[in-house]
């Protein structure tokens, strides 16, 4: 079967993560399919922000590898932004498991796996997404996704 192939399954080495406060219409299976055709050690999903102050702002290079990430950064303007669905290789997400407490993904292990020259790429996809992290958004997205705008 080619390794592009629409409806192939990712190797079993792909880790998805979700941050639990997002909803996302973007898709996961080419996501996947590019994790597993790129082989990088995580897979961020990125879209284009106008404002990145509230999100994770994104630096890529021309070949797609993460070169910064920066958690709500102050000031930072348009740009691409992290989205919070992951793909990494089980070998990250050891080093998770081996802190002694909680750790950050975002403002702890993403910055300094990247610092660090580890193979993080971005998956571009500008789909509908929403972050419902606070009362009046998640009452946001009741309205957005009541009026279909999802689709």
């Known amino acids: 079967m080619a390794r592009d192939q629409p409806g192939r399954r990712p190797a079993p080495d792909a880790v998805v993560v979700l941050n639990a406060d997002q909803l996302s219409g973007h898709d996961l299976s080419a996501q996947l399919r590019q994790f597993d055709r790129d082989r990088p050690e995580g897979l961020l999903h990125v879209r284009f922000a106008h404002d990145r102050r509230t999100f994770g702002a994104v630096e890529v290079d021309a070949a797609g590898r993460v070169t910064a990430f920066r958690e709500k950064p102050a000031g930072a303007g348009p740009g ?21 407490g909680p750790v950050s993904l975002e403002r702890e292990l993403l910055p300094g796996w990247i610092a660090g020259g580890r193979a993080i790429d971005a998956f571009r996809d500008d789909a509908f997404g929403l972050d419902v992290g606070t009362p009046a958004a998640l009452a946001e997205a009741h309205k957005h996704l009541g009026n279909g705008a999802d689709r």
């Open 80 to 100: 691409l932004v992290n989205v919070g669905c992951y793909v990494f290789h089980p070998s990250l997400i050891r080093q998770v498991a081996e802190h002694n």
